[in-house]
């Protein structure tokens, strides 16, 4: 399965972005799929994800009321919506896909570990 990350760019604090990943092959109801970001000279860390089969969501504190996570599933995509961007919002954005054959308990989805597949990342960069 391949992930196609796009809709990364220069945004000025308080604007927004909306980016998108899309699977290359449908998604399956124990599939979840996430967004990480890593900011240079950061570690990767978890934006959002989504479980597929109900669509239920999981947020980092840092980006709750500000961003949101949706699914298409007619077109194997998720959505991540990105407002009241912050100069801190700055990073290369990955997505993610677990595909195990078993459904993504709900603390799970904040663990990198847990995906085992990966887009090529898009940067956002967000100007104060």
């Known amino acids: 399965v391949q992930l196609q990350a796009s809709g990364g760019g220069l945004v000025q604090a308080g604007g927004s972005l909306r980016l998108s990943c899309a699977a290359s092959?449908?998604?399956?109801?124990?599939?979840?799929m996430a967004w990480f970001r890593q900011a240079s000279g950061k570690a990767r860390e978890f934006v959002t994800g989504?479980?597929?089969?109900?669509?239920?969501?999981y947020y980092a504190d840092s980006v709750k009321r500000r961003f949101t996570i949706v699914r298409d599933n007619a077109k194997n995509t998720v959505h991540l919506q990105m407002n009241s961007l912050k100069p801190e919002d700055t990073a290369v954005y990955f997505c993610?896909?677990?595909?195990?054959?078993?459904?993504?308990?709900?603390?799970?989805?904040?663990?990198?570990?847990?995906?085992?597949?990966w887009g090529q990342g898009t940067q956002v960069t967000v100007s104060s």
């Open positions: 989504v479980r597929w089969s109900d669509g239920s969501t």
């Open positions: 092959a449908r998604t399956f109801s124990t599939d979840s």
């Open positions: 993610a896909l677990h595909r195990t054959g078993a459904r993504l308990i709900s603390s799970g989805h904040s663990n990198p570990h847990a995906y085992n597949y």
